[in-house]
């Protein structure tokens, strides 16, 4: 005899298929929204080389390129750890069960990720700092401008990047068990911060190395 489908059978079918997470679907989206903001920003870069090579040349030779190198290698090993943080909170694992990192919790790896985070931004003020004193402010020219404003926006995303990092810390604290919805909030979290990074290393690549 064959198979009756009851509607009881049907509604444990329904449950067993896998749907997308509507979070994760709708961060994706919007850092698809992003990639068209950035791309604005890359389009004034590539403008302003073809226009005005002279200033670009003049201007980009300011730029204390080892400093940038170090400070996006620091960026870069964020992600990792920001990575390490999510495959622990897959494992429901919040929390160190040792001294060594490979026994760390997505909290270790999340406020790893938020120190070399803060170091990234805080060089970037840095770097700011120094070549106001070397006499490019932002309203020096359109170079100038065209550099605050790119690295600044960027700044803003890791910016808001680390206040997630750490709504994600409180609420792994806040909850008594560490479920799925709380694994859903760390893996939307590192899907924008390594938006954050792999537009950064673009803009590096961009700003201190295209002549």
């Given amino acids: 005899m064959g198979c009756v489908t009851t509607p009881a059978t049907y509604s444990q079918a329904l449950r067993t298929v896998k749907r997308p997470d509507p979070v994760a679907v709708g961060t994706i989206v919007w850092l698809g929204s992003e990639v068209m903001f950035f791309a604005g920003l890359f389009a004034i870069y590539f403008t302003l080389r073809s226009t005005s090579p002279e200033l670009w040349a003049q201007e980009s030779s300011l730029l204390n390129v080892p400093f940038a190198t170090v400070n996006t290698i620091i960026l870069v090993l964020s992600s990792v750890t920001c990575q ?6 897959e494992r429901f694992q919040p929390y160190r069960t040792g001294g060594n990192p490979l026994k760390w919790g997505m909290v270790e790896w999340f406020f790893l990720s938020f120190f070399l985070g803060a170091i ?9 700092a120094q070549l106001v004193a070397e006499g490019l402010p932002i309203s020096a020219n ?27 810390i409180g ?19 590192s899907y924008y911060w390594h938006f954050v990074d792999v537009v950064w290393i673009a803009l590096f690549l961009v700003i201190y190395f295209l002549r």
């Fill in 84 to 89: 390490m943080g999510v495959f622990a909170a």
């Fill in 120 to 128: 990234f931004v805080s060089g970037q003020v840095w770097e700011y």
């Fill in 142 to 168: 359109a170079y100038a401008s065209a550099f605050y404003i790119t690295t600044g926006f960027h700044a803003l995303h890791v910016t808001g990047g680390l206040v997630a990092f750490l709504l994600v």
């Fill in 171 to 189: 609420r792994a604290y806040a909850v008594k068990n560490f479920g799925r919805k709380e694994m859903t909030t760390s893996i939307v979290v």
